[in-house]
């Protein structure tokens, strides 16, 4: 069977798998980057399901899926607002990064070394969290072939990603690698990125049905992302499995 696992990749990440749950480390651009990646996802799902209670475990009851979880940057907060959480990853390193932090933080995760097309569950999830990987993974057509029938029906998928734009390879290849240093230089190669309409059509020849579409923007001057109507770096598409 085709592979959705770039060994390159997996490599690359389990190089730099201590640094997870390091703020200032490696992975700082997606620490900062979270908090606004939490607010768009949860609010959607309140939206998608109905959910009036404003309470600590409002995902309670609901099965959520992190693909490419990496150390669990957001496995982590999911578990904490009620939802039953697997992650998996392709790298057995972040695998165990992310189950010592977990478990020093008495979170219940089900973290599994495994690719999406592995898992023999079909139609188990109520929520599928695809962020920032699809531009990490060898075959995207089968990747997200696996995450349809991995989704219940009806359920919803955060797909994240970068756009393939001049804006893009100015401001995530060469100024956040290059410039400001904030990721390892080859952390990204941008012909992988897709455009949003490349995405979007991928998905809907998949049967999903596209709910919302939003850009994540980052203010220099105010160190601080926000939620945008502009697609041309960061962007997430909120889909639904028809």
């Not at 982590?76 to 992310?98: C, F, H, Q, W, Y």
């Not at 893009?168 to 100024?175: L, M, P, Q, R, V």
């Not at 309409?197 to 709910?211: A, G, Q, S």
């Not at 109507?229 to 960061?234: A, C, E, H, K, T």
Request: charge should be positive.
């Amino acid at each position: 069977m085709t592979s959705t696992i770039n060994k390159a990749e997996i490599q690359k990440f389990s190089k730099l798998a201590d640094e997870w749950w390091n703020p200032k480390g490696k992975f700082k651009p997606l620490h900062m980057f979270n908090p606004i990646r939490i607010d768009y996802i949860t609010k959607k799902i309140k939206q998608h399901y109905i959910i009036s209670n404003k309470g600590n475990n409002f995902l309670s009851g609901l099965e959520i899926l992190d693909i490419g979880c990496g150390g669990g940057l957001i496995s982590e907060p999911m578990a904490r607002l009620g939802a039953s959480v697997t992650g998996i990853d392709a790298s057995k390193k972040n695998i165990e990064i992310a189950k010592i932090h977990s478990k020093k933080n008495n979170l219940n995760i089900n973290y599994k070394n495994i690719s999406p097309e592995k898992l023999l569950e079909k139609e188990r999830y109520d929520i599928i969290l695809n962020l920032e990987i699809v531009e990490h993974v060898n075959d995207v057509n089968l990747y997200l072939k696996s995450c349809y029938s991995l989704l219940k029906k009806g359920g919803i998928m955060f797909t994240a990603t970068l756009n393939r734009s001049f804006t893009s390879y100015i401001k995530a290849i060469i100024g956040a690698e290059y410039i400001l240093r904030w990721l390892p230089v080859g952390t990204h190669d941008w012909n992988k990125f897709l455009k949003p309409e490349e995405l979007e059509k991928i998905l809907n020849n998949k049967e999903f049905i596209t709910e919302d579409v939003k850009g994540f923007n980052y203010n220099l001057i105010l160190n601080k992302w926000k939620l945008s109507d502009d697609l041309s770096v960061n962007y997430v598409i909120c889909s639904r499995k028809n």
